[in-house]
T-cell receptor, first 113, second 117 residues
């Protein structure tokens, strides 16, 4: 299965942008890049996903490298509520044929007031 | 929010007793999943269901069984609970895979914290 590599933790000041990197050098052409986050004592929640083009939604932006071997999740203005573990996950025909998710360790984001 | 509830939310039980956790969804989603989350391991898939009475094993299925007799309910059973099954259990659903297995959102329930003494 295609794997992802993320830093263990990142720190940011409140109201500043946060750029979370993810490396996925063995990504296949049909793999989507997904981001989920998990706030303390809650279940994971969907953040964003994309295939080739950059994506924006109300929560974040996803920037995908041209060769698709890396991507960056961008939180434009971090708030204290954004303190969570962020997971970068590849999903596609081979990695999860029944919609299953394979979680790694993720990146712990700490937001400082 | 896909209308996913889990019950009970917390449970303490003793080794050797049977335990059933329930996941209930109100959105008529076809696919449902059970994950467990332990410190140092992240979330791992236990079992999943791709329709009523259609289930299959995930990566950590030993000691667990599941049943799905209705679209809205997915039950996880520990036939004889062990201390190694102390964990937080999450249920999840996806709306469908028509857009491709990678092109959809997965929705998670609030979790059940299970302690086996």
């Amino acid at each position: 299965d295609a794997k992802t590599t993320q830093p263990n933790s990142m720190e940011s000041n409140e109201e500043e942008p946060v750029h979370l990197p993810c490396n996925h050098s063995t990504i296949s052409g049909t793999d989507y890049i997904h981001w989920y986050r998990q706030l303390p004592s809650q279940g994971p929640e969907y953040v964003i996903h994309g295939l080739t083009s950059n994506v924006n939604n109300r929560m974040a932006s996803l920037a995908i490298a041209e060769d698709r071997k890396s991507s960056t999740l961008i939180l434009h203005r971090a708030t204290l509520r954004d303190a969570a573990v962020y997971y970068c996950i590849l999903r596609g025909t081979l990695t999860d044929s029944w919609g299953k998710l394979q979680f790694g360790a993720g990146t712990q984001v700490v937001v400082t007031p | 929010d896909a209308g996913i509830t889990q019950s009970p939310r917390h449970k303490v039980t003793e080794t050797g007793t049977p335990v059933t956790l329930r996941c209930h969804q109100t959105e008529n989603h076809r696919y449902m999943y059970w994950y467990r989350q332990d410190p140092g391991h992240g979330l791992r898939l236990i079992h999943y269901s791709y329709g009523v009475k259609d289930t299959d094993k995930g990566e950590v299925s030993d000691g667990y069984s599941v049943s799905r007799s209705k679209t809205e309910d997915f039950l996880l059973t520990l036939e004889s609970a062990t201390s190694s099954q102390t964990s937080v259990y999450f249920c999840a659903t996806v709306t469908g895979l028509a857009g491709g297995p990678g092109n959809n959102e997965q929705f998670f329930g609030p979790g059940t914290r299970l302690t086996v003494l």
